[in-house]
């Protein structure tokens, strides 16, 4: 396998210098494109005065005139229209839409045109049932509905914490030991360490005390297989004429 040593990487960093050092700067507002700008619209832009503005002016006011300006004369004739609504001719003045003179608009408070009396108030209101009504129709509180629950021996969220605390307070720490040979009987906890033969190192047989049959079972061994792990001496570091390559390409 290749990597990629101290040196070789000196001379990586040294080769992308040469190369950062033949590039061309960025400059703050330009960019590398294909200019189409031709002079003649260059010198067109050049011959139009600072604040220049076209305007096209209408004298005869029409519903298509949405863009261009509106001359003078027709602006004196929309006014003096404007001015003639205020005389009674389809304007609605204060003393028809305020006629209490209270300053607001009269009926504003009621919806869709319905006077305040349409609408019902809360002491309109009657046929609900009061939680009292609701108890004395048989139905239970959530204090009755928990006391049955715990009554029929469920547990509650408290009580389940409580017994798997309980539960892990009683497993016991394992301990190794490293035998001979094992015992006559075991104790509970300890995993027993064997040396065997069938591997170079240190490695065990692993075996632990099982109560119930009063016997020894094993469960494993220690033994360490390095076969699929790479060595030092399947490591090569990669030679300047590589890194050429890979940089030419």
Not at 62 to 72: C, D, F, I, K, Q
Not at 155 to 172: C, D, E, L, P, Y
Request: hydrophobic share 35%.
């Amino acid at each position: 396998m290749k990597y990629l040593d101290y040196d070789g990487l000196l001379y990586f960093w040294g080769k992308i210098k040469d190369k950062l050092n033949n590039k061309v700067d960025k400059v703050e507002g330009k960019v590398l494109s294909t200019n189409d700008y031709t002079t003649a619209e260059k010198d067109k832009l050049a011959g139009i005065a600072s604040g220049a503005n076209k305007t096209t002016v209408e004298n005869v006011l029409t519903s298509t005139s949405t863009a261009n300006a509106l001359s003078a004369a027709q602006g004196k004739v929309l006014k003096d229209l404007i001015d003639t609504k205020g005389n009674g001719n389809g304007d609605m003045t204060k003393a028809v839409y305020d006629t209490d003179g209270d300053g607001v608009v009269d009926n504003s408070k009621a919806l869709e045109g319905h006077a305040a009396s349409y609408f019902a108030k809360a002491t309109d209101i009657t046929g609900f049932i009061t939680m009292q009504q609701v108890e004395a129709k048989g139905y239970q509180t959530a204090t009755q509905v928990n006391t049955a629950i715990t009554g029929k021996g469920y547990q509650t969220a408290s009580q389940v914490s409580a017994a798997i605390n309980s539960a892990i307070a009683g497993v016991t720490q394992f301990d190794l030991q490293v035998v001979e040979s094992l015992p006559a009987k075991g104790k509970k906890g300890v995993i027993y360490l064997m040396a065997h033969s069938h591997a170079s190192g240190d490695a065990y047989d692993e075996y632990v005390w099982v109560e119930s049959k009063s016997a020894f079972e094993k469960i494993g061994n220690t033994d360490i297989d390095l076969s699929a792990y790479m060595k030092k001496t399947d490591l090569t570091a990669i030679a300047n004429s590589e890194i050429d390559t890979i940089l030419a390409s």
